[in-house]
């Protein structure tokens, strides 16, 4: 059974910085792409990063290029993504998605973990 | 950047069809894929490239997708299947290359 356990969420003043982890089992983790999905209090789906299964090709949204990076670690099948200079906007949830295939590109997200919860305020 | 649709809402009485649209210009030439999200709960795939279901998803969920519209198709709705579904696809040259729809309620009365 995947398994996907977020960790790493706080209350954080504007400005600082934080960083999420996901705890990937259940699955060859070194084969799969992997991502970050964020929905604001009561608001939809937003995709933040992802990063293919050997980390040669990483991609972010607009919204937080410069500020948020993905990285990854196929020795402790584990997932991060280190948030900088935050902001209110950057308030959600944060769900780690696995991706279907090893590509960072045209995924579809087949397994998510529980989210963990980052709010922004001062 | 591209940009999907949805009805914010759609009211279903229990056994009978609800369909879901995600609009977009030319969504026919892309892969859409399907979310269910239950109050507290993460996303699910429920319908991945336009039609395909994942294993554990009943069959009374199917999916199509042609032209401007795709359409998520719930047969013989169930109180089950009360929750928010969300459209995604995948698009290079947008700000963000993964776009989601707004989503959907769908309520069953």
Redesign the interface.
Known sequence: EVQLVESGGDLVQPGRSLRLSCAASGFTYDDYAMHWVRQGPGKGLEWVAGVSWNSDYIDYADSVKGRFTISRDNAKNSLYLQLSSLRAEDTALYYCAKGHSGACQRNYFDNWGQGTLVTVSS | SYVLTQPPSVSVAPGETARITCGGINIGDY?V?W?Q?KPG?????VI??DTDR?SGIPERFSGSNSGNTATLTISRVEAGDEADY?C?V?D?SS?????????TKVTVL
Do not use: K, R, T
């Open positions: 892969s894929h979310y999200q709960q993460a996303p699910l795939l991945f490239y994942p969300f995604q995948w290079s700000d963000h290359s993964y776009v989601f729809g707004p989503g």
